[in-house]
Every structure is written in C-alpha cells, then in structure tokens.
Nanobody, 114 residues
Framework: QVQLVESGGGLVQPGGSLRLSCTGSRSISSAAVMAWYHQAPGKQRKLVATITVGGDTTYHDSVKGRFTISVNNAKNAVYLQMNNLKPEDTAVYYC???WGSGVWGQGTQVTVSS
C-alpha cells in the first residue's frame, strides 16, 4: 500500500514563509499528478496546486504568485513553498498522489496568525 507523509507545517506570522514536504513509499516521479490540497475548519477540501509528471503546474487563484509546487526526484519528494502567508491560508494541508487511483497523506497543520 502506497503511503505519503507530509511535514513542514507550523505556526507562522502573516507575511512569513513555510515549505511543506511530502515523501512517498512509491516513486513520486511515476505519479501522473502530484497535488497539494488544504482544508480549513468547517470548509471543504480545496485544490491548491498540482504538478504533472511532465512538470506542468497549476495553482488556485488565491495562491498564484505566492506558492510554488516542485518535485525533487532524487529525494522522492514533492514540495509546496508558501510565501507571503495570509491568515486565510490557515488549514490542514494534504498531499495527494495519482498512480491510477489517488493516495492521500495524513495532513500537516499550517496556522498563520500574529
């Protein structure tokens, strides 16, 4: 069974930065798509960013210009660099990999607050 593990969440002040990491028990470079989602309290899980096996990326409008998704195949990891964080970015962030069927990580909490 494929597993994904996220890390890098925490408490940060508005305007600050965090880098989330997601490592897998299966080759991330073989996934058709890797994605980051977030889920704020009381709200539905929302797609934040995606990266395809070919390196194409997409972003939710609310994070364009602030967040960057990337893959390091040597480390078998996918990252989400988050800059200029805002209180509305507060959520649990999940990594998802698509190898035919989707696999979710357990999530990592990001809290943006002064």
């Amino acid at each position: 069974q494929v597993q994904l593990v996220e890390s890098g969440g925490g408490l940060v002040q508005p305007g600050g930065s965090l880098r989330l990491s997601c490592t897998g028990s299966r080759s991330i470079s073989s996934a058709a798509v890797m994605a980051w989602y977030h889920q704020a309290p009381g709200k539905q899980r929302k797609l934040v960013a995606t990266i395809t096996v070919g390196g194409d990326t997409t972003y939710h409008d609310s994070v364009k210009g602030r967040f960057t998704i990337s893959v390091n195949n040597a480390k078998n990891a996918v990252y989400l660099q988050m800059n200029n964080l805002k209180p509305e970015d507060t959520a649990v962030y999940y990594c998802k990999g698509s190898w035919g069927s989707g696999v979710w990580g357990q999530g990592t909490q990001v809290t943006v607050s002064s």
